[in-house]
């Protein structure tokens, strides 16, 4: 059983060798345990870093493609080198690589495929109140467009089973969190989540530039995601919005119908008529947009089995192994 910990990084050269450091070498029920770093198109020394603290692999991004594709490429390139299970951490420490045996362990007893650490929210001093009372409000919002329970959406720290990491699909730019967590509540793919520690922050977050942008990103990404994973749910339910206030017009030109002859309220079936026409547009659209769903979910299924069926490319070295991608990659 391979666990291969994969790590994105940009400019991390003063974090990474102590995230690397702490990685455990050695778990119960794993014959052996690999790092992967993802440089996504790092100016500093991030490379040599990784390469002199441990690091087994090294991807190297051909320019600064985001967290999101640096993390899609990293899970690729862990199945290509043959990893049954797949921990995602953050090269700036952040998270206590100690609970990595934890978060794998749901996993092993094969209770889930996807495990998320869980962060003590409202322990961490270094967040605001305004960013816990938003990491709980994506939380929910993630749940209920999910269907999970996972209370820390927006946790890095993660572990993928191999069949579950080659069925998620990140189209996001922006970053992984969110998307995958609604993906994979939408494929069904059993996840879980347990609680782990966070290690004092060193920097403020590079993801966003302020709250205000990673509530409008955040936003936007849950939207988007579930209009592709749901497009039925969420077009009849805007159809709905305006069918039903054209019901109500309806129902008042009837009642003057039945009163004066319905004269003067001409408008009310001019405003109901446009309302019944969006609405009736936006049913025709959720169903096109279904049967589009139904094709994109039959091409990840064809991907994931590529994905798992394709040889293992690469093995581990005595010395990390680095591997560059180039820019039609």
């Not at 050269?13 to 992967?36: F, K, N, Y």
């Not at 051909?62 to 640096?70: I, K, Q, T, Y």
């Not at 797949?86 to 609970?99: E, G, L, R, W």
């Not at 977050?205 to 988007?224: C, D, H, M, Q």
Request: overall charge neutral.
């Amino acid at each position: 059983m391979k666990l291969i910990v994969q790590i994105p990084a940009l400019n991390e050269e003063e974090t990474l060798s102590s995230a690397i450091a702490e990685i455990p070498r050695e778990i119960a029920g794993i014959s052996s345990v690999e790092i992967l770093v993802i440089d996504d198109g790092s100016t500093d020394r991030t490379i040599e870093v990784a390469r002199e603290a441990g690091a087994d692999h090294i991807l190297v991004m051909p320019s600064n493609v985001g967290l999101a594709r640096a993390f899609s490429a990293g899970i690729e390139e862990a199945l290509a080198l043959g990893a049954d299970i797949i921990v995602n951490t953050d090269a700036d420490n952040q998270y206590d690589a100690k609970a990595i045996p934890a978060l794998i362990a749901p996993i092993l007893e094969r209770r889930a495929q996807i495990v998320v650490g869980a962060r003590p929210i409202s322990g961490i001093e270094s967040f605001s109140r305004i960013k816990k009372a938003l990491q709980h409000l994506g939380s929910w919002v993630v749940r209920q467009a999910s269907g999970t329970d996972i209370p820390d959406a927006p946790s890095g720290f993660r572990a993928y089973a191999r069949d579950a990491a080659a069925r998620l699909c990140v189209i996001n730019t922006y970053t992984y969190t969110l998307e995958t967590v609604i993906q994979a509540g939408r494929k069904r793919i059993p996840m879980t989540s347990v609680p782990v520690g966070v290690n004092t922050v060193t920097r403020p977050s590079r993801l966003f530039k302020g709250i205000r942008e990673y509530v409008i990103r955040s936003a936007t990404t849950i939207i988007r995601v579930f209009v592709l994973y749901a497009p039925i749910r969420f077009f009849f339910t805007l159809a709905a919005i305006f069918a039903l206030p054209a019901l109500l017009v309806i129902g008042r030109f009837l009642t003057f119908y039945a009163m004066d002859g319905g004269s003067g309220h001409i408008q009310s079936l001019v405003l109901a008529a446009t309302l019944m026409a969006m609405a009736t547009v936006l049913v025709a659209v959720g169903v096109l947009a279904d049967m589009i769903a139904a094709n994109r979910s039959l091409l990840e299924d064809i991907r994931a089995r590529e994905l798992l069926r394709a040889p293992t490319s690469r093995s581990g070295n005595t010395k990390a192994d680095t591997v560059k991608l180039s820019n039609a990659a």
